[in-house]
Nanobody, 124 residues
Framework: QVQLVESGGGLVQAGGSLRLSCEAS????????MGWFRQAPGKERDIVAA????????YYADSVKGRFTLSKDNAKNTAYLQMNSLNPADTAVYYC?????????????????WGQGTQVTVSS
């Protein structure tokens, strides 16, 4: 069993940056693909970014490409989402997810473990 705990959310002004962390328990984290999703009020949970088990392959939604970076530190059992040039459209609850597979996925249904979510609010 893997437990994921997110941190790093908060309130930031447009143009600012935040780094979200996702700390995982469990011995198999290093072999898992990871993803970050977000859900705004009244909207579906959408993929933000995903990475394969070793970071060799990565995916970014068009809306965050060039601004967000997902990284995975297997030695620390932690995944990060660096978010730069934030804008109000990025406001959402952000969830990290782990997949019992080395290959990344962009659909939330392919992920096996989820964090509790962390709120990110970007003011204009």
């Amino acid at each position: 069993q893997v437990q994921l705990v997110e941190s790093g959310g908060g309130l930031v002004q447009a143009g600012g940056s935040l780094r979200l962390s996702c700390e995982a328990s469990g011995r198999s984290f290093s072999s898992y693909a990871m993803g970050w999703f977000r859900q705004a009020p009244g909207k579906e949970r959408d993929i933000v970014a995903a990475v394969s088990w070793n970071g060799g392959n990565a995916y970014y939604a068009d809306s965050v490409k060039g601004r967000f970076t997902l990284s995975k530190d297997n030695a620390k059992n932690t995944a990060y989402l660096q978010m730069n040039s934030l804008n109000p459209a990025d406001t959402a609850v952000y969830y990290c997810a782990a997949r019992r597979d080395t290959c990344m996925a962009t659909m939330w249904g392919y992920y096996d473990y989820w964090g509790q979510g962390t709120q990110v609010t970007v003011s204009s």
